[in-house]
């Protein structure tokens, strides 16, 4: 017998104060201040009900936009399945209401076309994305990475032929050094294709973008979603009294117990005591920090479980910082042991 509820959307999901929607770049669309990440927890080694909890207490919570992969999971594939099963159990019917995302251009299958950013590669993914979450088409298809050796005229006029293919809406480049990003929207915008938006690592820990990439998607406006917006939980409060169970730094799930350092607690406790100050949870002020930069359009969430969720939507609530709380944060930062 099947026992599943049958899932009815909150009424109030785009109540005001629920969500804020951020324009994308110079585009019409909108996206939501936090979207949903797929890239732990939701594979096949995770449990249905509650990958399916978490994503439409996200749905119910005003998030629209999902940001999967094509090897998200474990194992690669996965995380799109577990997707397609939601979609297909719970979400059909709001298809219209969501930003549904993959990528392709890092290892996927065996062989000299699982990997990397050829036509090849690009077109057969997404096939076969498509067939895993059960879409006609996403909303955007990203080039997960430059790979170094594919020209990036190939790539791109990829990218434009699955567009007018009407396999996705928009096109998103992500991993991109600075000059190939420039590269990549002049041959787009010289097939009249722009850049819907670029997604990137970043968050107080990691700051890269903001030497070149910030400036340069401002000016050719295209907007810009932080991934990793917690440093992978290094930016919350868990790891201050050692490494919890079940944790990614305990799993060794990609982050490693060794980027726990003496300084990198000395600077997480100074931050928690910070965000403890402003009402918050270091991982609310860490994401809400993000927020509070005028070039983000999304922050994408990676939450192991619905409290996690919930929390990390709390951020949205306060995203002002003082000037003062700014220096003190780079402060901080800066700080040596
Ligand atoms: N384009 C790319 O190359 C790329 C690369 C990486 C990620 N992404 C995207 O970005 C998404 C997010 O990345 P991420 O998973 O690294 O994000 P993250 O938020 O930096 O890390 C997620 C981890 O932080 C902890 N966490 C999350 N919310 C928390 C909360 N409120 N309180 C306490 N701990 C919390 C959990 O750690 P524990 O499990 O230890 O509790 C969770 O596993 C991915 O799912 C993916 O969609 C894209």
Redesign the pocket.
Known sequence: MNCRTIYVANPDRYADGMMNYRQCGVSGIRLPEI?L?????FGGINAYEESREKVLYAFDHGITCF???NN?GPPYGSAEETFGKIYDDDLRSHRHEMVVTT?AGYDMWEGPYGIGSSRKMLMTSLDESLRRMKLDYVDIF?S??YDGFTPIEETMQALIDIVRSGKALYVGL??YPADKLAAAAEYLAGQHVHPLIY?G?Y?MLVRDIEEKHIALLSKLGIGMTA???????L??D?YLCGV?E?????LG?H?QSSAITPLLLAKVKALNEMAVRRGQ?L??MATAWLLSRQSTTSV??????VA??A??LGAIRNTRFTGEELIEIDRILSMQL
Do not use: C, M
Not at 37 to 41: L, R
Not at 246 to 250: L, M, Q, T, V
């Open positions: 979207t990440g797929f890239w732990w927890h940001d999967l992969a998200y990528k990203y997960h990475r992500s991993n997604q690592k968050n991934f990793s917006p917690l440093a992978e939980g930016l919350t868990k919890p079940g944790s990614r730094a305990a799930h982050l949870t991982a609310q994408i969430v990676g939450p192991r479980t996690q969720l929390d990390s």
